[in-house]
């Protein structure tokens, strides 16, 4: 019976191993295939898209994703199973110490399948999100071509107005600097003004203080234009009379 048992435990260790060397050659698989699509991807951005050979292979890895994907989850499925049925032994096994090591190997195995399963939908979801980045940005590129491909009117007529839209933008820029210049002018005209009304008005206030001295400038001002007039008629007076004695 005891015979029997171990016999029983030892098939299901070499399943376990079996079914995890099988894992862990198809999650390396799997891997390398994720990552040729990316940089698959990555190349194929830069392709023109006229070229329908990124479709073909984008296509197939597709396909052989999902196959890839699904017979690793049946792994996955065998291997829980096998673990599972481990799992049962050892709870029907008699030997207290013959148990725990029972149940330190179904750990270890336990352990192999937890990272095994997380390897797997990490890798899973990564090519999913590049797969999904990938349609984006193809979807993108087909709406650019679209654009591209349109008729030469419309794009002429594009052209000619954002033209037009750039002559607008600099001939308001050029207005907008006119005015400011002319306004800078004014305030400066406006500063002078203020300027000259304000001597104007101290010399004003100064003149009104000192009458006696605005009274002096007035006569200075009347003697300078007597002696003008005494000087005119003193230098007219001796022209005649050159002019008579150079006739006579």
Avoid at 109 to 116: E, G, K, N, P, V
Avoid at 128 to 144: F, P, Q, T, W
Avoid at 231 to 243: A, F, H, Q
Wanted: some cysteine; glycine content about 4%; overall charge positive.
């Amino acid at each position: 019976m005891a015979a029997g048992t171990s016999n029983y435990w030892e098939d299901l260790r070499k399943q376990a191993r079996q079914l995890e060397n099988e894992l862990d050659l198809k999650l390396v698989s799997f891997s390398k295939l994720c990552t040729s699509y990316s940089h698959s991807s990555a190349r194929d951005g830069r392709r023109d898209s006229s070229d329908t050979t990124p479709l073909l292979n984008g296509s197939s890895q597709d396909r052989m994703f999902e196959t890839m994907a699904i017979e690793i989850e049946q792994l996955l499925a065998r291997l829980t199973g096998v673990n599972d049925k481990m799992a049962e032994y050892t709870n029907s096994a008699g030997v207290p110490s013959l148990n725990a090591a029972l149940m330190h190997t179904l750990q270890r195995h336990r352990d192999i399948l937890q990272d095994y399963t997380h390897e797997f939908h990490k890798t899973k979801a990564n090519f999913v999100a590049i797969r999904e980045r990938e349609n984006l940005m193809g979807s993108v590129r087909k709406d650019i071509e679209s654009y591209k491909s349109g008729s030469g009117v419309n794009n002429r007529r594009t052209e000619l107005f954002l033209k037009e839209h750039d002559h607008l933008r600099n001939s308001d820029r050029l207005i907008e600097e006119t005015i400011s210049i002319a306004m800078a002018t004014k305030e400066n005209m406006t500063s002078q003004r203020g300027m000259l009304k304000s001597i104007q008005s101290k010399m004003n206030t100064l003149a009104n203080r000192f009458p006696a001295v605005n009274s002096l400038i007035q006569r200075i001002n009347l003697r300078k234009r007597r002696d003008s007039l005494i000087l005119g008629g003193v230098v007219g007076i001796c022209t005649i009379l050159l002019l008579l004695y150079a006739f006579h």
